[in-house]
């Protein structure tokens, strides 16, 4: 549907250092989805201000942020979105740096991020692109429910964020893969996501293997490599623990595609 909540400020939410804080369900739905927005464009320069959540293309979790330029602008992607579960979804910024929280786990960094706040159009929950202005319609609507917004005027940390998702979750559980690393190819110097789905309680800590071997600093929900070599061809996979148990992912082929020009 295109049903959405349109708050402006009344009580100073946007601050230059912010949390936002949801549960989000997704019914479904393609392209772009955006269970919460606090955006303005400028339709002529296509300068952006704010942040926003989506659902992208993809079917992947993305926190972005806006500095007034026309771009590049701020963007982490995270896990997979599961259709028809709950997901705690946090993100922050301190003045410097933003996060991105799936579930209790860090999905994402962007470090030395510029940030300029929206303080022009309103915050939606349910839809994006809220340059569209007061009653109207927006676009990017959300498929699906939106519970527990909450926004702080400062940045969460890390176990801050762990406890207000495992006072939610409940009873603690083994990990579970929800999400195998898929069979992913690319040229020689593109970058690499190979993402993992999990889930369990107390919370999970990562750690990726290239054929059988763990890859040091590789502890994340995401794998990233910014550009690709062709050594880095094989066989991935990622053991997701907790003090319930360990599980390891079913592998996923990355074909690394020679430059042969």
């Not at 955006?34 to 942040?51: K, M, N």
């Not at 998702?165 to 929800?178: D, L, R």
């Amino acid at each position: 549907g295109t049903s959405k909540v349109e708050l402006f400020d009344p009580f100073g939410l946007m601050t230059d250092q912010f949390t936002v804080e949801f549960w989000a369900l997704s019914s479904g739905g393609s392209g772009f989805r955006s269970p919460i927005t606090c955006r303005d464009l400028d339709a002529t320069s296509g300068q952006r201000w704010g942040w926003t959540f989506y659902a992208n293309g993809s079917n992947q979790w993305q926190f972005d942020s806006y500095d007034g330029t026309v771009g590049p602008w701020n963007s982490i992607v995270g896990p997979a979105v599961a259709q028809g579960q709950w997901t705690h979804v946090v993100g922050t910024y301190d003045g410097t740096d933003m996060n991105l929280y799936v579930n209790g786990s860090l999905a994402g960094t962007v470090a030395n991020a510029p940030y300029v706040l929206n303080d022009l159009t309103p915050l939606w929950i349910g839809s994006g692109a809220t340059e569209a202005g007061s009653g109207q319609a927006g676009s990017f609507p959300w498929a699906g429910k939106v519970d527990e917004v909450a926004i702080y005027d400062r940045a969460l940390s890390l176990t801050e964020v762990q406890e207000h998702f495992a006072a939610s979750y409940g009873v603690a559980t083994a990990p579970e893969i929800n999400l195998d690393p898929q069979f992913t190819w690319v040229r020689v110097g593109e970058p690499v996501s190979l993402p993992v789905g999990a889930r369990g309680l107390p919370l999970l800590t990562y750690q990726w293997q290239k054929d059988g071997v763990d890859i040091p600093g590789a502890t994340g929900l995401t794998l990233e490599l910014a550009a690709a070599t062709a050594d880095d061809s094989g066989m991935y996979k990622c053991t997701v623990s907790n003090p319930n148990g360990s599980v390891a992912s079913a592998e996923g082929e990355l074909y690394v595609l020679a430059d042969l020009g």
